[in-house]
């Protein structure tokens, strides 16, 4: 094997962890040399447990170090532009998880500063490389169900987050339907011209007091003609709800949750099996990886990102979006989003 | 057993040799006296077939039969509410195939007469005596799954009707979705407050020629707080496509297609079943004996009937609202709709 | 339509009962003309309640009845043979429910009645007539999944019969694997030649009092050189268990049960179904619908009948072959049955 | 994390390699630190691609080695027992893919050493610890589908392996049948007492030729009273096929193949999914991980490992059980085999 890619892991949290796990035991050509985290024990642990030589507090080691060859941004969301902009600067490629930012300037800043490095950017809507999505993007792509007419996203969530998480996650649209807003995009194999949302408190009132929705039904209108809706609810008490179904004008796909096991127990009471798989780390672990993978082998091999800048910036307009069209409870057109 | 139900059967097209053949084979105390059908070859066919003692051209001899308890209204829809008049003036109960008219005023005048005459009338929506919605409907009538929070209810046609059954449909929201609109309101138990209709001709132009759409996802508002949305399509290539799915505060129940066989057959190539049933007279048959069922059984031992002349008005209604919501493109409230 | 056949029914128990409720309401080209009980109040309430002209008491009333084209013989399993050779004699056509008798010259004494006669005999081996297992017939036949070489047939009863009914069934081999070594034959279209019997009692130790068993797998070798595996159990506490699985050198084809409905329910305990239908008249209702047109066609038609006197014979002599391999604990050729 | 087990691994096969790719990215406290191959090419790939620090051609390296805790034994079956009676005499823990030899009495002198030795030995039953299987075992040992009464092993592979395989593989029963040997011990939770089997070949004439068989149905009497069935075809051109069923006197438990995705495609020809996974290592590549992760902790916290050398033993002693019956055509007891 030649040269593994050098990684910077900025962000040692949950997701962080996991990448640093991925990047240790799963893929080949890459390691971690640098974890940084403000809270120095984290990024410690996450040195310790994942095989990364260095752990620091600041990131600007990270940024500054010749040795790194990309960086993998975990931090908080608030940090990503920043990080990405001094990243660029420094001729670092760039895994940053999403959303980049929910205000569209500050998107477009570090977008530029990406283009004038020359530096790859990829981000981490992980969701396109799991084998049930892809595989339905295939389906579509390949004309194997001909022309698509309607699409349903259901992402549901087994609980809702807690309460200070919600008050900082930008809302329903921008932290949890901004995963579908990209898997209709990337599904669809076009753009969403119009959004009409139709959504409210029925999970938990405490949501509604933070200003926020936890049941949403979004109709989108693409520009191929075809209709969707996404489907959220942040509570399916059987697990963690992840499907889509797509008709085209030449039969259909759909497809099931993930479950720990293919075990069917018949009794007299039910024919049942046991709940899907519960957690999105679970659930989601391969696509985790696989997106990681396809970045380090596009950075070491010199070829195009799956997942670009444009493509993190456009759900984010998608959210404000659906955000206006509750509030106005009317259909909004992408273009009617100003910055 | 005791005296049969004496039943005139008005209409002896498609619909009205299905409740014909049930009504010899698979009603017990019921028996069809009369057939009525302008087309008097039609009337006389069906009476072979289906044992029918009389055929006539003309519904009124039915009308004024004493020897008829009740008829069953399987004529052409605009024939619907005058044929209801008239038989609720002579004292006959009344089964009447959907809908009753598309002109609100033209209903009231109907139900009125039903009202005054005292007599029972039964619309025929089928769908509601299917297993697998009735399965539906007990999941939330009985709280198995809480409170309901969102519906999907999928409702394909295997391939268009033909351009002249299109022209004189009432447009697929009075004609397809009519069926979709009941479900809606049957299932959750509640009404619908307001709808907002995305739609598009992707499968035929001459659909949109003749004014009309043929791929539609249509966004309802419940009173209890609750979402919906209905999929449409006139062109599902692998068969009849009719499913529902709700999710609930303690769980979710969705159904799946009935099929001819349950036999799976797994070569090289792919794991594969036959395609579902492509035809509504096959899918929903127990469906039409179980609602006509209920209507002899109502009649002869005067309970009410459970699909009533209002639930005959509402889809109508609620299809009125999802054309203006589409051509206005904006939520529309079912109390916007006046007449 | 022509004239319908005329039916004499012999036997008004539940069997009996099952078939007049068919030929009355989903047979249209036949009619029970006369039923003969040794319980005449059976046979009156079986007329009354299924249109049937004539209640006697004396089956000999049917035999000699010219209006009578054929006889359905659902009486005591005793009484088959000694019935099928009078009616042979009086030139009726022949519908018989299996078994045709426990005993093998018996059965040839009734056989070589029936074909000195030229009368039509067809057996009630209704499951041929299953839409599953008729779809498996199928993909063998076909080619669809190539040269059958392993055959699972899982045939499990809901609960035991009561015990009266184990003391005169002929035993387990005789009173339900006998429909299993039909389907074998039948599906894998060709003959077994060797069986081997593995079974016990599991469920009910008054099953083993009365020399019987409520367990067993039963191996056969068939003449293509292909293996099957027979699964019989008297109880499945989930319901009614009738599957088959055959791997070919092309392909598998497998069938799963039938349900009361699709509906999945998924709650914070799993995700589940109803039951399968529970009792083989609801299974398998259809079947016996279309064994009995197939025999009524056959008739009028004068086409062969699809289930031979032939068909009934043999699984008989694997329940002898089968029960012989038991009780001496090795393989038994069909060869080594002797009569 | 603390210092973790230092293994040697002897062969770099396919797998050895699996294993080797496992203890390197998957098992936390573990580390090949010597990987040996008489080819010595393969010792340095395998040491390369999967971070072993040292490859040698000899495994008396390993054996010698005080720096090495455990081996793990990949090599050809006939140096198995060798081996392990070395690894023994040096105090080493074992962890041995099956099967230990085909021998009986060269198995005895193996677990003579390991037992005088007091090191632990595990044997690579590797599907014990699949999900599905798992699940199966739990449904049994918690009573939830109550006594057990009838079991069904399917396993089939995908296509026959390659001749000189099939040479040297020590026949269908001791090379595939023995994993299933395996399940039936350990789901049943009891012994097998007698075994009948039926075998042919149906695939390849020149597995004939070869004196083995490609097609088996072995029925198994347990202790406990119940019995089983084993489903073997070295052809299932639709994929690997592993399954298994089990009744009991309260409930059945079953399971399916595992998918690459859960994506399924209805277009007008058949509703349908992709093939199940085609290759062992694909389907249980979870498996190898947790059984090899299992050893490791059971070393290091000095804990019972969960497939014993007797775990190794009975199953060999099993397929030369089915081989004896085949080749006298009549159920052998597991007693009659003698060494």
Request: net charge negative; hydrophobic share 45%; aromatic share 8%.
């Amino acid at each position: 094997m030649s040269t593994p890619l050098n990684l910077g892991l900025i962000g040692a949290g949950r997701i962080g962890r996991l990448h640093a796990e991925h990047i240790a035991f799963r893929i080949p050509n890459a390691r971690a040399l640098i974890v940084a985290d403000v809270n120095e024990m984290a990024a410690r642990a996450c040195a310790d447990d994942f095989r990364v030589k260095f752990a620091v507090p600041d990131y600007q080691v990270i940024i500054k170090s010749p040795a790194i060859d990309a960086v993998v941004i975990c931090s908080a969301t608030h940090t990503h532009a920043q990080i990405i902009q001094e990243a660029a600067a420094a001729g670092k490629h760039i895994f940053c998880e999403k959303p980049i930012d929910f205000n569209l300037p500050v998107i477009d800043k570090a977008l530029e500063a990406v283009e004038r490095a020359g530096v790859k950017l990829q981000i981490g809507f992980n969701r396109r490389f799991d084998a049930n999505y892809a595989r339905v993007r295939q389906a579509i792509a390949s004309g194997e169900i001909g022309q698509p007419h309607l699409m349903h996203i259901i992402s549901r969530d087994p609980a809702p987050p807690p309460m200070e998480y919600v008050r900082n996650s930008g809302g329903i649209f921008l932290d949890m339907t901004i995963h579908d807003f990209d898997m209709a995009r990337f599904l669809m194999g076009c753009e969403v011209e119009e959004i009409y949302t139709a959504a409210g408190v029925l999970v938990d009132p405490d949501i509604g007091e933070a200003g926020d929705f936890d049941t949403a039904l979004i109709t989108l209108k693409f520009t191929n003609g075809a209709f969707g809706v996404i489907d959220n609810s942040r509570q399916a008490v059987y697990g963690y709800d992840q499907r889509v179904e797509v008709l085209g004008s030449k039969g259909s796909v759909s497809t099931g949750n993930n479950y720990p096991n293919s075990a069917v127990v018949s009794t007299a009471e039910s024919v049942r099996r046991d709940l899907p798989l519960n957690f999105f780390m679970q659930r989601y672990v391969e696509s985790y990886v696989s997106e990681l993978q396809q970045f380090v082998d596009a950075v070491l091999q010199d070829k195009p990102v799956s997942v670009t800048g444009v493509d993190g910036k456009i759900p984010v307009i998608m959210g404000i979006a659906a955000r206006m069209s509750l509030e106005e409870n009317r259909p909004v057109k992408l273009s009617e989003v100003r910055w």
